[in-house]
């Protein structure tokens, strides 16, 4: 994998971490509105087209009500971002101490300001942008084992609710680019080589802007 591919995956897993774990702010809706895609069609530039559409759609105020309707609620949202629950059927499984465990291995920790289950979306999608430039072996395992049982479902669960709106484009993006990681962590990766394309061209300027 070039080092290029390498940093634009990292950037969307940052992206999709950032989306699931709190409402989108006016500046991460500007920077989505104005990104540009390539122009040879694909799965996964229809996502990106979508999801640029529904930023610049976008009203705040109405976001933060989608948002907290859809993963926060009362007692509970229309959403359920957590691996056990997907599962299990139950919240704080094995599958939680599983994901613990790994990330102990890793030498990964959740930071005292974070307050959700190491098995939340947000915080998987993160653990993979971290990981992004160790051995493509590391990735397999840790995507396959943690996220690729579990997203389908989470997505179509997002897809039936019924205040989804601009999250409906963000289910689609994360469905797009995480039935690619699942295709290529599901061959041979001794011998493979990357069949993604990531359709935009300016990704990261908005994470390197933040810094």
């Not at 933060?64 to 229309?78: A, C, K, T, V």
């Amino acid at each position: 994998m070039d080092n290029q591919e390498q940093t634009l995956r990292a950037e969307i897993y940052y992206l999709l971490s950032t989306l699931y774990r709190q409402c989108p702010d006016k500046e991460l809706l500007e920077f989505l509105s104005g990104l540009e895609t390539e122009s040879a069609p694909s799965d996964m530039q229809k996502a990106w087209l979508d999801l640029i559409e529904a930023a610049k759609k976008a009203d705040l105020e109405a976001l933060e009500d989608e948002y907290q309707d859809l993963f926060i609620g009362i007692g509970r949202g229309e959403v359920i971002p957590f691996a056990s629950w997907h599962r299990t059927g139950s919240l704080m499984e094995k599958p939680l101490a599983a994901i613990r465990h790994d990330l102990e291995l890793l030498g990964l920790t959740r930071e005292d300001e974070v307050k959700e289950p190491e098995d939340h979306i947000a915080a998987l999608c993160e653990v993979m942008a971290l990981i992004s430039s160790e051995d493509d072996e590391l990735q397999q395992v840790f995507f396959n084992e943690h996220i690729a049982t579990w997203f389908t479902a989470f997505v179509e669960q997002i897809k039936q609710a019924e205040h989804a709106k601009f999250y409906l484009a963000v289910a689609n993006f994360a469905h797009a680019f995480l039935t690619l990681e699942q295709v290529r962590f599901s061959e041979n990766i001794h011998s493979s080589k990357s069949k993604i394309k990531i359709d935009v061209k300016n990704i990261t300027e908005y994470d390197q802007s933040q810094q």
